[in-house]
C-alpha cells in the first residue's frame, strides 16, 4: 500500500524567510516519482517541483529545493525568500510508475507574514 | 506546460438525476487519465484510473457503478456520477498523464440539491 504523511497541517513563514515543508511516504515500487504541487485559493493544482526516485541529486527550481532522503523515505520542500504569492496548500505526492496512480499527503497551509 | 481542461466548471443538480464531467487534454495524448475527489479543506482523494480503451481501476471504497467513467479516446475522459446525493456534492478534479507529469485540470464543483 502506498502512504503519504504531511505532519505539518499548517506551517507559517515570515516573508523573504525560509521555511521547511515535511514529508514522508512509504511505497513497494522501486521506480516512483516524488512531486510538491501548490493549490491556491483558485484550487487549480500547480507543480512546484518533481524528483524522479531513481536521482541521488535534489532538484531545484528556482526558490523552491527538496531534501530527499531515498532511504528514509522523506522528501521535504525548502520555499527560500518567501513571498506573499507563495501563500497556499501544498501537497506532496508520490506516483507509482509500476501501479500507475499517484496518491497525495493530506497538505499542508502555508501562510506567509508580510 | 500541458493543458488540461475540466466541463463544466460547476454544476448544480437535483438530488437522483446524473451528471457527467469531461476533462480533455488539449495539446497532448493521455493514455491514462486520473479522478480524484477533494472535499473543502481535504486532500485529493484518487477515485479511479482511467484507461483509454480499456475499462477504469477504482480505489478501493469508490462504487464503480455510481461512478461510471469512460476514457473513449487519448483526450477525453468522462465522470458521470449517476443518482447523485447531497453528499456527493464535492469538487472534482482530473489530471492527465504525459511525460511521466501530471497535468491538472481546474475542477468542477458539483452540488446536489
Known amino acids: 500500500a502506498q502512504t503519504v504523511t504531511q505532519s505539518q497541517p499548517e506551517m507559517s513563514v515570515q516573508e523573504a524567510e525560509t521555511v521547511t515543508l515535511s514529508c514522508t511516504y512509504d511505497?513497494?515500487?522501486?521506480?516512483?516519482?516524488l512531486f510538491w504541487y501548490k493549490q491556491p485559493p483558485s484550487r487549480q493544482m500547480i507543480l512546484v517541483i518533481r524528483?524522479?526516485?531513481?536521482?541521488?541529486q535534489n532538484a531545484t527550481e528556482n526558490r523552491f529545493s527538496v531534501n530527499f532522503q531515498k532511504a528514509a523515505k522523506s522528501f521535504s520542500l525548502k520555499i527560500s525568500d518567501s513571498q506573499l504569492g507563495d501563500a497556499a496548500m501544498y501537497f506532496c505526492?508520490?506516483?507509482?510508475?509500476?501501479?500507475?496512480?499517484?496518491?497525495f499527503g493530506t497538505g499542508t497551509r502555508l501562510t506567509v507574514i508580510p | 506546460g500541458a493543458v488540461v481542461s475540466q466541463h463544466p466548471s460547476w454544476v448544480i443538480c437535483k438530488s437522483g438525476t446524473s451528471v457527467k464531467i469531461e476533462c480533455r487534454s488539449l495539446d497532448f495524448q493521455a493514455t491514462t487519465m486520473f479522478w480524484y475527489r477533494q472535499f473543502p479543506k481535504q486532500s485529493l482523494m484518487l477515485m479511479a484510473t482511467s484507461n483509454e480503451g480499456s475499462k477504469a481501476t477504482y480505489e478501493q471504497g469508490v462504487e464503480k457503478d455510481k461512478f461510471l467513467i469512460n476514457h473513449a479516446s487519448l483526450t477525453l475522459s468522462t465522470l458521470t456520477v449517476t443518482s447523485a446525493h447531497p453528499e456527493d456534492s464535492s469538487f472534482y478534479i482530473c489530471?492527465?498523464?504525459?511525460?511521466?507529469?501530471?497535468?491538472f485540470g481546474p475542477g468542477t464543483r458539483l452540488t446536489v440539491l
Open positions: 505526492a508520490c506516483y507509482q510508475t509500476g501501479a500507475n496512480n499517484l496518491f
Open positions: 489530471s492527465a498523464s504525459g511525460g511521466g507529469e501530471q497535468f
Open positions: 524528483q524522479e526516485a531513481y536521482k541521488q
Open positions: 511505497t513497494s515500487e522501486s521506480d516512483y516519482y
